[in-house]
């Protein structure tokens, strides 16, 4: 219990000291115009209320990933705990809050296009690819696992694939129209419940007659066992595993949108940083609960080792064995709302970086179904992959977009005279981290090529990338500030 409000506070402290100290790194200019007011255009460029972005920029970015993750990576042990409190605060917030400021100076630019200005043109092309692959992919994982959990609350004539195009058209709805007439007016309604399901569970876990054990009894040691000690090594699978609640290259695609929509500067450490904090603590609580709830490290690997069970059926036995039949659907509904607030941002995300890059004006309906109906065919395209295949790609390449926008993030930071450490740092590391994984990983998920070579590689690459950039600060001191751009 201790170890959990310690984190707790630790998460909400990392925002009030570090995130204080991120935006006076940026500097931010209360009094400069943002995107939603001078380029005002009623569909994407909307001014909205500071509770109501900040609303909307959470449920964007915390979908399933920081609970399927929290769940399937606990038992990498204690420092999954870690890395969810400390990724939080010195990764995934500043990966948020950087990318999102660096938007909010470029007229509400797309990631690729930002990314693109800092490391080069060629790296924009791979961008604009990779990121809308990216979000075709969580559109189509977010499907599957959200249709899913419906069809097992309802009536067997209402199955996975009914409900795969009641979330479809949906989606459909919130990619094409203005972002305040559907997205903005259905987000506040699936963050009470969010917020709901998480305060209900830590307060089942505070007040309530279970007994939380302590995450860092028995050591820091890896808790899979056997020969999945083998297939599980904690470095790097812990760090691909826990994604979303920690560090999420996704997100950066997401904050565009809402630098869209705010009215003033000084809301981005709420609203970016922030953001990436409430979804740390949503993560933090489901690793709670998951040992909470099969009592220990030992009592998770026989749940999961069961027939049938799975990440899903734990968020289900959960809900309704903590909180009761109405509290437990409320809690599942949640849990839904997360993956369907997040499944269909990152459908429009798509839609503007194509538009972005394409020059295809977005002001007409029919403009915008031009993009979008060929982006959610991909999606359903995506949808008949086997899931567990389609989660490691996701979760891998969610976590490789963030390192482009970190060493993005870097340069930008450089070229402006700013401490560029805080995102040079996070930024080597990813690049190990990702690195080693693809290359570690087994065939056909990776290259399988051994797990010292491929750690090592990773280490080398991140290297590699160091000493360009420190080359980069060379040729950067001899330029007049003049010309380092805006």
């Known amino acids: 219990m201790t170890a959990f409000l310690v984190s707790l506070a630790v998460l909400v402290g990392g925002y009030i000291v570090y995130g204080a100290f991120v935006e006076k790194v940026f500097r931010i200019d209360p009094a400069r115009p943002t995107p939603a007011v001078s380029m005002a255009d009623g569909v994407d460029f909307v001014p909205m209320p500071a509770w109501k972005v900040f609303l909307i920029q959470f449920l964007n970015i915390a979908g399933l990933g920081p ?4 769940i399937m990576g606990v038992m990498y042990g204690p420092a999954a705990f870690l890395w969810i409190v400390l990724g939080t605060i010195f990764a995934g917030a500043v ?24 490391l080069g043109t060629g790296i924009k092309q791979v961008m604009r690819v990779f990121s809308v692959v990216l979000l075709i992919l969580v559109g189509g994982v977010f499907v599957v696992t959200t249709s899913g959990l419906l069809a097992s609350l309802t009536p067997e004539s209402l199955d996975a694939t009914f409900w795969a195009i009641v979330i479809f058209l949906y989606y459909l709805l919130a990619t094409m129209f203005p972002i305040d007439k559907v997205i903005g007016n259905v987000y506040p309604l699936f963050a009470a419940v969010l917020i709901f399901m998480a305060a209900a569970l830590v307060a089942v876990m505070l007040f309530g007659t279970v007994e939380m054990p302590d995450p860092f009894a028995g050591g820091m040691g890896n808790r899979y066992a056997g020969e999945l000690a083998d297939t599980h090594p904690l470095f790097p699978m812990l760090f691909i595993s826990i994604a979303c609640g ?85 809690a599942i509904i949640g849990v839904i709302a997360a993956p369907v607030t997040t499944g269909d941002t990152a459908l429009r995300s798509a839609r503007l970086i194509v538009a972005d890059f394409t020059g295809f004006p977005q002001g007409k309906l029919w403009r915008r179904a031009v993009i979008s109906i060929p982006l959610f065919v991909l999606t359903f395209v995506v949808m008949t992959i086997d899931f567990n295949v389609l989660w490691r ?20 930071l450089a070229r402006h005279g700013r401490l560029y450490h805080i995102t040079l740092l996070p930024a080597m590391f990813m690049t190990v981290v990702t690195t080693s994984y693809i290359l570690v990983a087994p065939s056909p998920e990776g290259f399988g090529i051994g797990y010292d070579a491929g750690i090592w590689c990773g280490v080398a690459l991140a290297f590699l990338l160091t000493a360009c950039f420190v080359r980069y600060l060379g040729s950067l001191r001899r330029q007049p500030t003049s010309v380092r751009g805006d």
């Open 67 to 70: 609970i399927f993750g929290a």
């Open 393 to 412: 790609y996701f979760a891998w390449s969610n976590q490789t977009l963030s390192v482009f926008t970190l060493w993005a993030c870097s340069v930008y």
């Open 246 to 330: 920690a560090i999420s290259g996704f997100h950066a695609t997401q904050s565009p949108m809402m630098a869209r929509c705010m009215k003033n500067e000084r809301l981005a450490r709420p609203i970016f940083y922030g953001a990436m904090v409430a979804e740390g603590i949503v993560a933090l609580i489901w690793a709670a609960a998951t040992i909470t709830f099969t009592e220990g490290y030992d009592g998770l690997a026989a749940y999961m080792a069961q027939p049938g069970h799975s990440p899903s059926s734990l968020i289900h036995d959960i809900s309704t064995g903590w909180l009761g039949t109405i509290g437990g659907l409320f």
């Open 95 to 118: 990966h948020d809050y950087v990318a999102g400021m660096i938007s909010l100076r470029r007229g509400g630019a797309s990631l690729p296009e930002i990314v693109g200005q800092e």
